[in-house]
């Protein structure tokens, strides 16, 4: 049952084509000095990691995405696969090098032009100038288009005045203010000549040199958090700021010295998603972090179930290794099968990054593609993280409770993921418009009830009427025959039609419920679409669901030794079924499976699970971490130490004349004695 498998040659596909800048960044981890300590106070740990983010500058992975002609090699993805690894390190340094480098660094490049490059982003990626990300309020997370700073131009100075109206307009959340930042990107609506042309991006000095706030700027620190004690998060407020023309990071727009404003992208709804759209690299390193964070987790859950020992079973003395359970085979191998799939699917979202950023396909569908996997892989990610890492918790009993072992504190550091960068079900909602709505141009500006008409009229012509759903169905019914095998409901074909077809049944679904929304008032459309919001995010996950199916699918297609090939299909099936599980009631009620064949998959996921427990230590080791990186008590081998010592000591103590005997054995032979005097 065992297969046998090389952990290094599965590791070389798990970290892919970025390898190399994955390797680096998990080198960071061999710094103790970057490791957080629960034992840390508030001014500790963010000391460390800030240690850490000069240690990674060191590394010379920030530099990566810049131009040749700055010192760097205009490779985008190396950079975020490098610095997802820290997690490994602190996920406060993972996340703190994202707002310096990803962020901070990343708006100037992606924002600002020539001038502006050279005058701010090299110190910013080297880690001589530190920077915050200013675009959260108190009043406005997620929706970042309806911010209230504003940022007024005053043309007798050629200045930008810097203002923030009330209170719930105030900058929140924002990483590295409280402590290192020196200037901030601020996000801002841009008014000139008494019009306003919406949010966009300014440089703004928050510090002097001395580390004081500037004139007119306030900040407060936001203390201790539930997680990443290690990001001094803060928050920012402007009255009356001043700051040169030139501060305005005038990629999309541009304001002349007599305060007219032009810019390349007439439509102030395109123009400001095009914006955020070159910010997308935040939830792209969410995505993979939550999945560095995921193999930690299980990496340390399955070394510990592998050691301990808890029970007696068929022996009255021998107790039964913890993954030896089925139970426990079916809460970790699935968990197993899950970050497998988010990774290969991650590694797919890497690339149409790069494609995108490097320039090799930059067309607006490449576009639009990247940005709508961002969200969704985004908040499947790191919804599964918290799932995992829970779940591994509870693997581990009292010891994973022990903030020693690490699980705990990935746990709480990891629960903010879920809603920064975009919260995940609002998140969820724009990945279900686009795959309604075709990409649309102007689908991008539209209000809630724009939406729905919208929805209505395009997105159920170009899916509920264009699904092919008829041939879907049949492609099942073809599938499902009274003469299907026991071992067919593993069937590769089978799977991918019954994660298809949910898709494309619920799009269609939504489309015709959204259908009298195009001769509607404005009001009550935004209402229907109100009703049917819960559809739309379920839509959404399903998409979701299958990327990642389909990316497990086709590595396992590219396996060359057959063991190796064995083991993902054991993943892809075991992460497939437990998804149709999931989804058991959809399934049924749409006839989409048969009674006969549902009662299969618990049977079969018993059995892939059995079958994966076989070779959970190979699979983990892949991951690539050792000790440094694990640093977890129960993952070093301790446990197998002490069920060693125990057993020995149980041996020699039978050994021995004066050894107690259980009275459980002496009523068995006691029965057994009156048993044969009877006869």
């Known amino acids: 049952m065992k297969l046998s498998l090389d952990p290094k040659a599965i590791n070389d596909v798990l970290d892919g084509h970025w390898a190399e800048a994955r390797r680096r960044g998990r080198s960071i981890a061999e710094e103790p000095s970057t490791h957080d300590d629960p034992a840390d106070d508030l001014d500790t740990a963010r000391a460390k990691t800030l240690d850490g983010v000069m240690k990674m500058a060191e590394t010379g992975l920030p530099l990566t995405g810049l131009s040749p002609e700055m010192g760097g090699k ?67 997370g997620s929706d970042v288009a309806n911010v209230a700073t504003t940022a007024t131009y005053d043309e007798a100075t050629e200045e930008f005045v810097i203002d923030t109206p009330f209170r719930a307009a105030t900058k929140e959340f924002i990483g590295n203010a409280a402590r290192d930042a020196r200037a901030a990107v601020v996000f801002a609506q841009l008014i000139t000549k ?80 095009t914006m955020l759209g070159t910010l997308v690299q935040g939830r792209v390193s ?44 079916r809460r970790l191998m699935p968990a197993l099968a899950a970050v497998y799939a988010s990774a290969f699917a991650h590694e797919k979202l890497l690339t149409s990054f790069e494609e995108v950023f490097a320039g090799a396909d930059d067309s607006e569908e490449n576009r639009a593609l990247l940005e709508t996997r961002a969200a969704a892989f985004k908040a499947d990610s790191t919804w599964m993280a918290l799932d995992v890492i829970q779940e591994c918790r509870e693997a ?109 049944v619920m799009v269609a679904g939504v489309a015709q419920a959204l259908r009298p929304a195009t001769k509607m008032p404005a009001a009550q459309a935004a209402d229907l679409f109100n009703v049917h919001q819960h559809e739309l995010i379920e839509t959404a996950r399903a998409y979701v669901e299958l990327e990642k199916w389909k990316a497990l699918d086709e590595k396992m297609r590219e ?17 497939g079924l437990g998804l149709i599980e999931k989804h058991m009631a959809w399934h049924l009620m749409y006839g989409r499976l048969p009674m006969s064949r549902a009662r299969q998959i618990n049977e079969t996921l018993n059995s892939l699970c059995k079958k994966l427990a076989a070779n959970a230590l190979d699979l983990v080791e892949a991951f690539g971490y050792s000790d440094v990186h694990r640093r977890a008590t129960i993952a070093t081998g301790v446990e197998a130490e002490r069920q060693a010592e125990a057993a020995d000591y149980y041996r020699r103590a039978r050994a021995h004349q004066d050894f107690p005997v259980d009275e459980k054995q002496l009523r068995k032979a006691a029965k057994k004695k009156a048993k044969a005097a009877a006869k």
């Open 559 to 575: 396996q060359t030794d057959a063991d190796q090939a064995k083991v993902f299909r054991r993943l892809r099936d075991t992460y």
């Open 194 to 273: 008494g019009v306003k042309h919406g949010v966009h991006a300014f440089f703004v000095p928050v510090r002097d040199e001395a580390g004081e706030p500037m004139p007119g700027i306030s900040i407060e620190d936001d203390g201790y958090k539930g997680g990443l004690k290690g990001v001094d998060n803060g928050r920012i407020g402007f009255d009356s700021v001043r700051i040169p023309r030139t501060n305005l990071l005038n990629r999309y727009g541009v304001v002349t010295a007599d305060g007219t404003y032009s810019s390349p992208i007439e439509s102030p709804g395109r123009r400001f998603f």
């Open 396 to 504: 581990c009993g009292g010891a994973g409770f022990m903030a020693e072992n690490r699980l705990v504190g990935l746990r709480a550091d990891l629960d903010v993921y879920v809603t920064f960068e975009g919260d995940n079900t609002v998140l969820l909602q724009l990945v279900a418009k686009r795959l309604l709505g075709d990409y649309a141009n102007e689908f991008a500006h539209l209000d809630v009830g724009g939406a729905a008409r919208f929805i209505g009229t395009q997105a159920a012509e170009h899916t509920l009427y264009r699904t092919g759903l008829a041939n879907a169905g049949r492609a099942i019914s073809d599938a499902l025959t009274p003469n299907l095998g026991d071992r067919r409901i593993r069937s590769g074909r089978l799977q991918r039609t019954l994660l298809e077809t949910r898709v494309e």
């Open 286 to 329: 969410l995505d993979g972090a939550s999945v560095v964070a995921s193999k930690l987790a299980l990496d340390i859950a399955v070394r510990y179930g592998l050691e301990r020992k808890q029970f007696t079973s068929g022996d009255d003395f021998a107790e039964t290794t913890l993954l030896d359970y089925g139970q426990h085979q």
């Open 74 to 140: 205009n490779e985008h993805a190396t950079n975020i696969a490098g610095f997802e690894e820290t997690v490994t390190s602190n996920p406060s340094l993972q996340i703190k090098a994202g707002v310096q480098f990803g962020l901070f660094g990343g708006a100037i490049l992606h924002l600002g032009d020539e001038e502006q490059h050279h005058k701010w982003l090299l110190d910013a990626q080297t880690g001589r100038l530190l920077g915050s990300f200013a675009m959260t309020e108190i009043g406005h």
